[in-house]
């Protein structure tokens, strides 16, 4: 495994080895101790989520509040994306930064979200299938939503038209409204 820090350096793309033949393709998707050793973060995951999503619809962007906030290390099996981590921790010198990649079926990338980050994603292709691990319970108590267009985040979205939001999404808070100590 391969970890490629992004612009915000506590997020992580991950690059696995994959092994193919004629036959097909083998890798590890996650392994405790290699993802230690390459990104110096130990989580422990508590859940395994999937979605699938069809083109067009964005996700996000959500987070949970402490002591519930959520760690997620997130990958897609069927499709594309444009996933994107945004930092929510007031006092961290990259607080309303974001960073955002293409995860896809194709290149088996991953990335890694920490805690206190805002996280979301635009499904590029027909339909993809998003799987994260999370380092705590879904709470719907705890959980926020940003709005994918605040203007002081400025997300450079891929243009993907109709865009399909939840109602939740479309009603999501201005950055300014939230942060996480």
């Not at 820090?5 to 506590?10: G, Q, S």
């Not at 993809?128 to 926020?144: C, G, I, N, V």
Request: contains cysteine; negative net charge.
């Amino acid at each position: 495994m391969k970890a490629i820090p992004l612009a915000i350096p506590d997020v992580f793309l991950l690059e696995p080895r994959v092994f193919g033949d004629d036959r097909g393709f083998f890798f590890e998707s996650y392994n405790r101790q290699a993802f230690r050793e390459a990104t110096g973060v130990d989580p422990d995951f508590v859940q395994d989520n999937h979605s699938r999503s069809v083109k067009g619809v964005l996700r996000g962007l959500h987070y949970q509040l402490p002591p519930k906030a959520q760690g997620k290390l997130v990958r897609v099996v069927v499709g594309e994306v444009f996933d994107v981590a945004v930092d929510i921790r007031r006092g961290s010198p990259t607080f309303g930064k974001w960073v955002g990649e293409v995860l896809s079926a194709e290149n088996k990338r991953q990335m890694w979200v920490p805690p206190g980050f805002a996280h979301g994603f635009l499904t590029l292709s027909d339909s993809a299938e998003f799987l994260y691990k999370t380092t705590d319970y879904y709470s719907p108590e705890h959980e926020r939503c940003i709005s994918w267009d605040d203007s002081r985040i400025e997300v450079e979205w891929p243009v993907v038209r109709p865009l399909m939001l939840s109602s939740k999404d479309a009603t999501g808070v201005k950055l300014s409204d939230v942060g996480i100590e």
